[in-house]
């Protein structure tokens, strides 16, 4: 994991995009670095102490850098114990672009705030925690940039607790309506999941699920390059990228790629599908995604894109390598793979194999595997999905699963899939109900291969009941 550290780390900051100042964020610090605090008069009424006053005030001009080499311990002192003890919003928000701009001017002075907690045994993050409890949009989102850099541009992990507290909160923050700092928020993440012990941490408080419902949704291209930017990094990590499809990414990234207009967001697309296939040590799993791919028509995307000129090398290579391999995996396809990865994604539509019956003759005993995997994620989207296109689509293959696998009525009743099927009778499509109309057919006749004649009984042994929810 130590060279992908050294990738993260070696990215210019421009190529990560966080520090870009039309955020929000960045132009009210530029308003408020002009609004010069009074520390004389904070003195005078002896609310702060006289060191507190003499530290922050030779802080507070161009000798700073020269004033802090020589009495680092003393300003971290007075830097944290102002941002604790002073209620003023506008003096906090002062102190606040104070700190990051010092940390932005040379990110080892982390270390400065560090080397004083550990000294006197405090804790660093309590007092920028519970700034985020405040209700000022600006300290609440400056400290927590302050919060990020010093996560990681330190050689001190954040403790579990207050990461776990942090991370929640940057999710939570993601999912505010009209949030006017969503890019800060998004920085945020970019800067923290280049650790790799904090991407486990943002795993366990559904932080995937979150990124890709916002994704999902429709938000401006600098918000999405941010989130596919989390999930690159995410990547990274062998074991994350096995199991990131579980989440739905790869139709998601397909659909974004599809309709992308912006260079930058294409680019990182592409470089999470390359990570995709390239980072997970199960070959299995990388062939999975290959597939998954193909369903999603990424190879056409990819076509029109090498037809197109770009600026930036790692799109044209990425291009290239998708191509070969999504192309090679179409070679080895067989129409099974490709009926299962399309079950999976839950994108359901005609594609040739749902009519061909000699796929149902070859493969309908298939879908017993894996305890009825395909099956069960058939009779889910019966019962949950509002597409009278893949509610068609399900109802057909499950009448055609019942028309060639002898035990098909028995299995699809005990999955719950015959009762759902009958409600979609009174849907108010007219292609669903026809196709609902057919499966329940095919459920209600016994015997398929002798069509009218009497069903030999006890012909078949008694199965036990499929258990499980479908």
Same mark, same amino acid.
């Given at each position: ?137 600006? &300290? ?46 998004? =920085? ?19 932080? &995937?699920?979150?990124?890709?419902? &916002?994704?999902?949704? =429709? ?22 990228? $096995? ?20 260079? /930058? ?31 999603? /028509? ?21 291009? $290239?390598?998708?191509?070969? @391999? ?16 399309? &079950?999976?994604?839950? =994108? ?20 017993? $595997? ?62 669903? =109900? ?18 009218? @004649? ?17």
């Amino acid at each position: 994991m130590a060279d992908v550290q050294d990738l993260m780390s070696s990215l210019p900051d421009d190529k990560i995009d966080m520090i870009a100042a039309t955020s929000v964020l960045q132009q009210q610090a530029s308003d408020i670095r002009q609004n010069k605090v009074n520390w004389q008069s904070y003195a005078q009424s002896q609310m702060i102490s006289s060191e507190d006053f003499n530290c922050i005030s030779a802080l507070d001009n161009e000798k700073r850098a020269q004033y802090l080499q020589s009495n680092a311990p003393q300003c971290a002192k007075t830097f944290l114990n102002l941002v604790s003890h002073v209620s003023k919003d506008q003096t906090i928000q002062y102190l606040l672009v104070m700190i990051d701009d010092l940390l932005q001017e040379d990110r080892s002075r982390v270390e400065i705030f560090h080397d004083h907690a550990n000294k006197h045994k405090e804790s660093v993050w309590s007092p920028f925690l519970n700034l985020l409890n405040r209700q000022d949009g600006f &300290i609440v989102n400056m400290a927590s940039r302050i919060i990020g850099k010093l996560a990681c541009w330190g050689h001190e992990s954040m403790p579990k607790a207050d990461l776990h507290f942090y991370l929640q909160w940057l999710k939570d923050q993601l999912t505010v309506a009209n949030n006017e700092y969503i890019q800060s928020v998004g =920085r945020c993440l970019q800067m923290m999941l280049r650790v790799d012990e904090y991407r486990f941490a943002f795993v366990s408080v559904d932080g &995937i699920s979150t990124l890709i419902s &916002i994704l999902s949704s =429709r938000v401006n291209f600098q918000v999405q390059y941010q989130l596919v930017f989390c999930l690159w990094v995410l990547t990274f990590n062998p074991l994350l990228a $096995e199991k990131m499809n579980k989440f739905n990414v790869i139709p998601i990234l397909a659909d974004i790629l599809s309709d992308c207009a912006k260079e /930058k967001v294409t680019r990182i697309i592409l470089a999470v599908f390359r990570n995709l296939i390239e980072k997970p040590e199960d070959s299995q799993v990388s062939k999975e995604h290959c597939i998954a791919m193909v369903q999603c /028509k990424v190879l056409k995307q990819l076509s029109i894109l090498e037809q197109r000129r770009f600026d930036d090398e790692d799109i044209t290579g990425d291009v $290239e390598f998708l191509t070969e @391999k999504l192309q090679n995996s179409v070679q080895d396809l067989s129409s099974f793979d490709e009926y299962a990865t399309e &079950i999976k994604s839950a =994108r359901l539509e005609w594609s040739p194999v749902h009519k061909s019956a000699k796929f149902w003759r070859e493969n309908a005993q298939r879908l017993n $595997e894996k305890n009825y995997e395909l099956l069960r994620i058939l009779v889910h989207l019966l019962e949950t999905s509002k597409d009278p296109l893949v509610l068609s689509v399900a109802s057909f293959d499950i009448g055609e699963y019942v028309r060639h696998y002898p035990r098909g009525k028995h299995v699809i009743e005990q999955l719950g899939g015959k009762q759902l099927v009958m409600q979609l009778l009174g849907h108010d499509d007219p292609n669903v =109900r026809y196709e609902a109309l057919l499966a329940v057919q095919k459920l209600m006749v016994h015997n398929w291969e002798y069509l009218g @004649k009497q069903l030999e009984k006890d012909k078949e042994p008694q199965n036990a009941p499929i258990s499980g929810k479908a």
